[in-house]
């Protein structure tokens, strides 16, 4: 099956590299801020070719010729298709990188570490989400992953990125220092934090459980006050063996006061069930995913 790229999607990958640049360049790198990747290993060779080269090897270089080789191996094994688009985000990252090396750095005054690494991870992970959420990656130790897992399929994935970025962070410290590892650490839980939004989207929603002997009336009640649409699973109580409908609905946290309201005036003695749900699709609330929309 051919895959075709959409606008929509070159334009988040875009999007994603551009801001994944700004917080490598303008919050990472001067601090020396190592947090795994091939961005990770590209500000190392910063730090240790200073001197050797006019402000040492720029990361977008060293960044383009790591990902050179991952990109044939994992072509070979895969083919094309496979790496479009994250040939795409890489390239976006690159020239990106490059473009914000160029571009006078405002924060360059800042020399709060905490700081750093926390607008560093929130830039990191914002970029890194939208990357994903295109259906790419920016290559690196995530591609090297994949072509771990292609040549042994039992290895688990997961794992293998957190050994391959824990060497990575590791490597930053004897060049950087433990303190300096210490906050790259902070960043990199502020980034995978920042991706799960990202992927989630920003819509919070809850899911309700009730179950009562009115449920008919519960029912009929949320949909007429709250405007919710509800729907009955059958039930059985296992200590009364009673079969009895159990009542589901999705709401914003908002509309959670008025339904505990009109529950309590129909049935003071329901049982109600309230969880948290990471993401809704569907009629009220997102009622088609359309990355443009972010």
Avoid at 45 to 72: C, D, H, M, R
Avoid at 224 to 235: C, F, M, S
Wanted: glycine content about 10%; hydrophobic content about 55%.
């Amino acid at each position: 099956m051919k895959s075709t790229l959409k606008l929509s999607e070159i334009i988040m990958i875009l999007a994603g590299s551009i801001i994944l640049a700004f917080g490598i360049t303008w919050f990472l790198s001067p601090p020396g801020l190592v947090t795994g990747g091939l961005t990770g290993i590209a500000i190392i060779v910063e730090k240790i070719s200073f001197g050797l080269f006019e402000n040492g090897v720029p990361i977008w270089l060293t960044n383009a010729i790591l990902n050179i080789p991952l990109f044939a191996v994992s072509i070979k094994q895969r083919g094309f298709a496979f790496a479009k688009k994250s040939l795409y985000a890489v390239i976006f990252l690159s020239i990106s990188l490059w473009g914000c090396e160029i571009l006078s750095n405002p924060f360059a005054h800042i020399d709060d570490l905490l700081l750093s690494s926390l607008f560093g991870g929130v830039l990191v992970g914002i970029g890194v989400g939208l990357v994903i959420r295109a259906g790419a990656t920016t290559g690196g130790t995530d591609m090297l992953a994949a072509i771990f897992k292609f040549i042994k399929p039992d290895l688990p994935i997961q794992k293998v990125m957190l050994l391959i970025d824990a060497i990575i962070i590791v490597g930053g410290m004897f060049v950087f220092g433990i303190i300096n590892t210490m906050y790259a650490i902070i960043s990199v839980i502020v980034t995978t934090k920042m991706v799960t939004l990202v992927l989630e989207g920003g819509s919070s929603a809850k899911a309700a459980f009730i179950v009562s002997e009115r449920s008919d009336e519960i029912a009929e009640s949320i949909m007429n006050t709250v405007g919710r649409g509800t729907t009955a699973l059958k039930a059985r109580g296992m200590y009364s063996k009673l079969e009895k409908e159990m009542i589901f609905v999705v709401l914003s946290q908002k509309e959670l006061p008025l339904l505990r309201q009109v529950i309590m005036e129909i049935d003071p003695n329901a049982f109600i069930t309230i969880a948290e749900v990471r993401e809704v699709l569907g009629e009220g609330f997102v009622e088609e995913y359309d990355p443009m929309k972010l």
